[in-house]
């Protein structure tokens, strides 16, 4: 009897624990949800939710953005006491993982998606499809072609931006440019340097700087992509035509070690050689810090960076301007970019009059008009009050926005690390190819050998 | 039916396995088998999205299409890295075991604790610690700056991977030294005070009584260090983010399975593609075989040698 009792205990007590350890490790928290008949009000555009929501958030690290979003949200949730917004931010490089995971549990509601890049042209085989596309045409982002809001903003944003298949999929933020240079203009101004506006002006002023012992340039090269993501802006700058150049290079009718290409990989070493001594171990987030603490009078970065360096100095005084071509043009050199993140909802999200509320308090004027104020985007919606003075400075350097080539060029599946223009791959950057020529050569062997399989 | 105490006992032990088996069976042996399924697909990861059997294609892109120079860099670099952190680490932290054994040393619990803190410390802490010291205004630039040298550190192509083994090494140090510490510490002393009577000198006590005696730890260390370091990733993600000369294979699956990481385009083509990350984990996974069996071979000789 003792026995048998023991048993039984026994057994009971180590099913009721693995149970427990089985149970423990499927325990998720239950998002917080309206009910399945929420309660709801329709006002002249949107309807609203009365019942109690939290709306998960995941953004990608950006400070100006994430303190803007939050902002934001906390106006958002003014309006609406009923709806909190919880954002999680991640670094740039794990948001994709985020995304996966996030969407995969069916625990977010609001999420950066983008659109601008996932068409692939005809002449570019075997490419894979972005994860972008895989995310919409699986039924993950919220269709939100026929929202009253989607009139608010530029519909040439809408159409560039936020537009996959002929449905729109999300509110882009603002458009960015990232071929050019900051520059710090008390340095300028005190040794009578003006803004260059051809290749060789540029080049006057990095020795001039030089000759008054002034670093011309810094960059967070140790990141490698800040430095290496300015080939594409020498391609806007001295290619008249950016997508004949990318098709020509997989037809065979351009190469990366032709003429023409050639002295895009010169100038691009002349430019390296302007960094300071060690660029190569500046740590991206550092590199605001360096600029505005005057350790160069110039760097090379994307426009978003501007409220970044306000935010740094709100007395630093500074301007930017596009990589020059060879020739002076009728108008100054133009910015090449790309539109930004756009803001989507989970189209499998319990709160979607919630998720459709928060993209329709982001669409109003006022709203997006302090948003864009305070990250320093070129905005997307059109008749917006610029107060960002950084902004009103590009106004002559927008007049022809063009996309970025590095969006333009489609890579080979497979190809060598050498492929494109890997300026980080010069001696003068630390790299070990000692020539522009040799470095081209190599670029072109690396995209023949990719282009050969993929054929 | 009666059951004897003997085989009630067996039952009991079962069950007591049993929780663990069939966490093992979980998240061990069944995702590993079909990882080696998945091999064989285009799943992207991403829930509900369809994916079919493919054959050997994802193994045949990276095998074939994939630069083939890359490739070999990869899995070069990959094999120098655990190489160079089993053989270092197993070095110093055997020497550093057998300095802090020494009951004559004043302060050897202090200096275990301090040489066990970077373990405690975790990944994330120990790799901002370094990248701030080796950034360009930081102690290793400024002492390199007194002889008038220069180094990128993380920044270089040739430096970066270096550093990166050294990180490692030093991250991972104090585990294998408290293993090294236990393995000294079931040493009878009897052994060595006979061996002082017989007249050995300190280095014949090491290499007569000290090595044989401790080769079964050394073989466990050595093992775990070489599976270890074939697959590690975090460090390098958040040192280097694969930049710089730094990619191993390990670093290129999380690539392609996660897109976590510098050169995401570059090296993979495209992200989410798990598929494909589980083809380049099979060929991690029979690395990691080769290496793991070819150490016990030699371990288990020398063993037997001893």
Redesign the interface.
């Known amino acids: 009897m003792k026995?048998s009792l023991m048993?039984a205990v026994?057994?009971v007590l180590?099913t009721a624990?693995?149970f427990t350890?089985?149970i423990g490790c499927g325990v998720k928290d239950t998002p917080k949800t309206e009910t399945s008949t929420p309660k709801t009000e329709t006002t002249a555009d949107v309807t609203v939710s009365k019942e109690p929501v939290v709306l998960k958030m995941i953004e990608h690290s950006n400070q100006a953005t994430n303190d803007a979003i939050k902002a934001l949200n906390e106006k958002f949730s003014k309006k609406y006491p009923n709806i909190t917004v919880e954002s999680t931010v991640v670094e740039g490089?794990?948001?994709?993982?985020l995304m996966?995971t996030r969407?995969?549990a069916g625990d977010v509601d609001i999420l950066e998606v983008s659109t601008f890049a996932i068409a692939i042209p005809d002449w570019a085989k075997g490419?894979?499809?972005?994860?972008n596309a895989?995310?919409i045409?699986?039924?993950?982002i919220l269709d939100i072609t026929n929202e009253p809001f989607i009139k608010n903003w530029d519909p040439v944003a809408i159409k560039n931006a936020c537009t996959y298949n002929g449905k729109v999929y999300g509110l882009n933020i603002g458009k960015v440019a990232y071929n050019g240079i900051f520059y710090n203009k008390t340095i300028f101004e005190q040794n009578g340097l003006k803004v260059p506006e051809t290749w060789g002006e540029f080049i006057n002023v990095c020795k001039s700087l030089q000759s008054k012992s002034i670093v011309p340039m810094t960059a967070g090269?140790?990141?490698?992509?800040p430095i290496a993501m300015m080939w594409s802006g020498f391609v806007n700058a001295f290619e008249p035509d950016p997508n004949a150049f990318a098709k020509g290079l997989w037809t065979g009718e351009r190469k990366f070690n032709d003429p023409k290409t050639l002295i895009m990989f010169d100038r691009m070493a002349e430019f390296a050689s302007y960094f300071e001594?060690?660029?190569?171990?500046?740590?991206y987030a550092?590199v605001i810090g360096r600029f505005v603490a005057g350790k160069a009078a110039m760097m090379p970065d994307g426009t978003w960076d501007a409220s970044q360096i306000t935010t740094a100095d709100p007395n630093f005084k500074f301007g930017y301007f596009a990589i020059p071509g060879d020739a002076k043009g009728a108008q100054p050199p133009q910015l090449a970019g790309k539109y930004d993140i756009s803001y989507g909802g989970y189209a499998k999200s319990p709160n979607k009059t919630a998720i459709l509320q928060w993209l329709d308090f982001f669409s109003q004027k006022e709203n997006y008009s302090d948003f864009i104020n305070a990250i320093g985007f070129i905005p997307t919606m059109t008749g917006i009050d610029i107060k960002n003075d950084f902004i009103k400075s590009l106004d002559p350097i927008n007049q022809n926005f063009q996309t970025n080539f590095e969006l333009i060029i489609k890579?080979p599946?497979?190809?060598?690390?050498y492929a494109g223009f890997q300026i980080?791959?010069l001696k003068v950057l630390?790299?070990?190819i000692a020539t522009p020529k040799e470095l081209a050569d190599l670029a072109q062997k690396?995209w023949d050998?990719?282009l050969a399989?993929v054929k | 039916m009666m059951l004897t105490k003997t085989s009630w006992n067996k039952r009991i032990i079962i069950l007591c396995m049993l929780p663990a088996i069939l966490f093992y069976l979980l998240l061990g042996i069944i995702p590993s088998f079909l990882t080696f399924i998945f091999s064989f697909t285009n799943i992207s990861g991403i829930l509900n999205v369809s994916w079919k059997f493919i054959g050997l294609a994802n193994y045949k892109e990276f095998l074939l299409l994939q630069n083939y120079r890359d490739t070999i860099n990869t899995i070069e670099r990959t094999i120098i890295f655990a190489f160079a952190v089993t053989l270092i680490q197993n070095i110093l932290a055997l020497l550093v075991a057998l300095l802090l054994n020494n009951n004559m040393l004043k302060g050897r619990n202090f200096s275990r604790a301090v040489v066990f803190l970077p373990s405690v410390l975790g990944v994330t802490v120990t790799c901002y610690v370094w990248t701030l010291f080796f950034t360009l205004d930081g102690p290793a630039s400024t002492f390199l700056q007194w002889f008038g040298l220069h180094s990128s550190f993380f920044g270089s192509q040739t430096a970066a991977f270096p550093l990166v083994i050294f990180v490692q090494i030093w991250m991972s140090l104090g585990y294998a030294m408290v293993i090294y510490l236990a393995g000294l510490q079931g040493i009878p002393t009897e052994i060595y005070e006979s061996g002082i009577i017989d007249g050995t000198t300190p280095s014949q006590a090491f290499r007569m009584i000290t090595l044989p005696m401790l080769w079964p730890t050394i073989t466990v260390n050595v093992l775990m260090s070489v599976i270890g370091s074939l697959s590690v990733v975090q460090t390098i993600v958040l040192i280097t983010g694969g930049a710089n000369n730094t990619d191993t294979l390990a670093m290129r699956i999380y690539n392609s399975a996660f897109g976590v990481g510098k050169q995401i385009q570059q090296i993979s083509g495209s992200t989410l593609r798990q598929g494909y990350a589980a083809a380049q984990s099979m060929v991690l996974f029979v690395i990691i075989l080769i290496f793991t069996i070819a150490a016990q071979y030699l371990m288990s000789r020398r063993d037997k040698q001893i």
């Open positions: 026995k048993k026994t057994i180590m624990l693995l350890m089985l490089g794990q948001y994709v993982q996966q969407l995969a490419q894979d499809k972005n994860f895989q995310f045409e699986n039924g993950d090269g140790k990141d490698v992509w001594e060690g660029v190569t171990s500046v740590d550092s890579n599946k497979g190809v060598g690390k980080d791959q630390g790299g070990s690396d050998a990719a399989l």
